[in-house]
């Protein structure tokens, strides 16, 4: 089944869709932390992800550090996400149309009128939301910490 059909098989039966989106490059706790509330504002979770091209256009010629197949297969397998769907745009803004869910999330970092797809979600009465990071950390937070580990010989 395409996964066009799954959502709309999901819609039919009334469930509650959450989209949200990123590069999910090296996962970490505070994705896990913001996929289990994220999913928790609905009964699906859909995550976008970047494509591997997408990710260098927005993170530099060094990301990402996993191929988009494995870190597609790591969040296919968390618990909270029903559908991952990889996306080449810079931004979801096309599979957000494609979607269309009740609920748009992003993390807090994020003011909502920064939030790519937000009006559109709001003009047929979705929601759209941000989650506050409780971990305070990021994947280019983690390859930092790598390389100076790697520099300062503790590595």
């Given at each position: 089944?395409?996964?066009?059909d799954?959502?709309?098989?999901?819609?039919?039966?009334?469930?509650?869709?959450?989209?949200?989106?990123?590069?999910?490059?090296?996962?970490?706790?505070?994705?896990?932390?913001?996929?289990?509330?994220?999913?928790?504002?609905?009964?699906?979770?859909?995550?976008?992800?970047?494509?591997?091209?997408?990710?260098?256009?927005?993170?530099?010629?060094?990301?990402?550090?996993?191929?988009?197949?494995?870190?597609?297969?790591?969040?296919?397998?968390?618990?909270?996400?029903?559908l991952?769907?990889?996306?080449?745009?810079?931004?979801?803004?096309?599979?957000?149309?494609?979607?269309?869910?009740?609920?748009l999330?992003?993390?807090?970092?994020?003011?909502?009128?920064?939030?790519?797809?937000?009006?559109?979600?709001?003009s047929?009465?979705?929601?759209?939301?941000?989650?506050?990071?409780?971990h305070?950390?990021?994947?280019?937070?983690?390859?930092?910490?790598?390389?100076?580990?790697?520099?300062?010989?503790?590595?």
């Amino acid at each position: 089944m395409e996964w066009i059909d799954k959502v709309k098989k999901w819609k039919r039966e009334g469930k509650r869709i959450v989209f949200t989106n990123g590069c999910f490059d090296i996962l970490h706790a505070g994705h896990v932390d913001y996929l289990q509330k994220a999913k928790a504002l609905g009964d699906v979770l859909i995550v976008g992800l970047n494509s591997d091209a997408s990710v260098r256009r927005l993170k530099g010629k060094e990301r990402p550090v996993n191929p988009q197949e494995e870190r597609k297969k790591v969040l296919e397998a968390l618990k909270p996400v029903d559908l991952v769907v990889v996306f080449e745009e810079d931004t979801p803004e096309r599979l957000i149309r494609e979607i269309k869910p009740d609920v748009l999330v992003k993390g807090g970092d994020w003011s909502i009128d920064k939030i790519v797809g937000a009006d559109f979600v709001k003009s047929y009465g979705g929601e759209v939301k941000t989650i506050q990071f409780v971990h305070n950390t990021s994947t280019t937070d983690i390859i930092n910490r790598i390389r100076q580990k790697v520099s300062d010989g503790t590595c």
